[in-house]
């Protein structure tokens, strides 16, 4: 099964606004043809089963179905948007295979060696809420950068651009915002 072409950001957002605005089976054909592939490689990654990757992937394509009128293409990219709820729902079902609660200290240790997903899910989650956190401490101008250089993946010349700020204003500060972010993730270890 081949991977079709990728769409650019743009055309994906579109999609996405049309499957909220009218419901459009087309557009919403064109999204799963693009994100379901996709997502089902990652869910794999992630350490899911196939048949389970598989579900997850059909499942967070009817949440973009359901859900496209949620969709704010100024908060994150249709890719970052997506992927972001296939990340969840495998959580949501790492979280009903296994619930934390039910796990005593002692057998930690026996269910991080069974299970070395569900581990590395908690560790991504842990590490997603530092980062999060860290980006909270963030300056809007500075939050407004880093979303452009990682989420929206534009060059540091297009930034420089679209904000009106020169190249290498754009340099020093992505290069500062960075090293606060390591130096507050750091001290979450």
């Not at 499942?59 to 100024?74: G, Y």
């Not at 908060?75 to 079902?93: Q, S």
Request: net charge negative.
């Amino acid at each position: 099964m081949s991977v079709p072409a990728a769409l650019s950001p743009e055309v994906l957002a579109e999609l996405i606004r049309r499957v909220a605005e009218t419901r459009d089976r087309a557009a919403f054909a064109e999204l799963f043809s693009h994100f379901a592939p996709r997502v089902k490689s990652y869910m794999l990654k992630l350490g899911a089963r196939a048949g389970e990757a598989e579900d997850l992937a059909q499942e967070a394509m009817l949440t973009v179905w359901r859900k496209a009128d949620r969709f704010d293409p100024e908060r994150a990219g249709a890719g970052t948007w997506v992927f972001t709820i296939a990340r969840n729902l495998r959580i949501d079902a790492l979280r009903r295979e296994r619930p934390v609660d039910s796990i005593d200290d002692s057998a930690a240790a026996e269910v991080a060696g069974d299970d070395p997903a569900a581990d590395a899910m908690l560790a991504a989650a842990e590490a997603e809420r530092a980062l999060r956190d860290a980006l909270a401490g963030l300056s809007a101008e500075e939050t407004k950068l880093v979303h452009m250089s990682f989420f929206e993946d534009n060059a540091h010349g297009a930034i420089s651009q679209i904000l009106g700020m020169p190249l290498g204003t754009v340099k020093s500060k992505l290069r500062r915002t960075l090293a606060r972010l390591r130096s507050a993730l750091e001290a979450t270890r």
